[in-house]
């Protein structure tokens, strides 16, 4: 669902072709999968370890990228704006919604279930859901043009920055 926030965001905001945005499911749904297979493959050694800190590292990648769209836009600087579908913003994106995904293959390393059957099910499923999340988000930016140039980039800081609060509140509350 993370994957399907961060897809409607960047994909409201930004004007580009549509072969641009199909990176984000692509990049998310190999992400996904594998973290999870990583996670699987780390198993319950790093358990403790990671889970200490994944909450707070997907909290700082998602603030740090918010707050950059945001500073970036309120600067006016429009050559110098800040681009949510370049590579490094694309995988950084990427690596934040899957770290859950890394502890989730982490505890189920010790079960009956088969890897790679698995981690293809959680590539394939993100793949459409953050592929919905694409095209809702085009058909959003494309029906609502109050959420033009500024506002939207503003709006889509604002979206990462909530995305990043609701992951550390949810780690930390429910511990």
Request: charge should be positive.
């Amino acid at each position: 669902m993370d994957c399907l926030a961060v897809s409607f965001a960047c994909c409201s905001i930004k004007r580009n072709p549509f072969q641009i945005h199909f990176r984000l499911p692509v990049l998310f749904a190999l992400f996904q999968g594998g973290m999870f297979m990583a996670g699987w493959l780390i198993g319950d050694a790093m358990k403790d370890i990671i889970a200490s800190v994944d909450h707070w590292v997907a909290f700082g990648l998602l603030v740090f990228i918010g707050c950059k769209m945001i500073i970036h836009t309120i600067r006016e600087e429009e050559e110098k704006r800040y681009n949510l579908l370049k590579w490094s913003s694309l995988l950084a994106l990427s690596f934040a919604t899957s770290i859950d995904a890394g502890i989730a293959g982490i505890g189920v390393g010790f079960t009956e279930l088969r890897l790679l059957q698995t981690a293809f099910i959680i590539a394939f499923t993100t793949f459409l859901i953050s592929l919905a999340g694409v095209m809702a988000g085009r058909q959003a930016g494309n029906k609502f043009r109050i959420l033009s140039g500024e506002k939207a980039e503003i709006f889509g800081g604002v979206v990462l920055i909530a995305l990043g609060i609701k992951i550390l509140f949810e780690h930390r509350v429910f511990e």
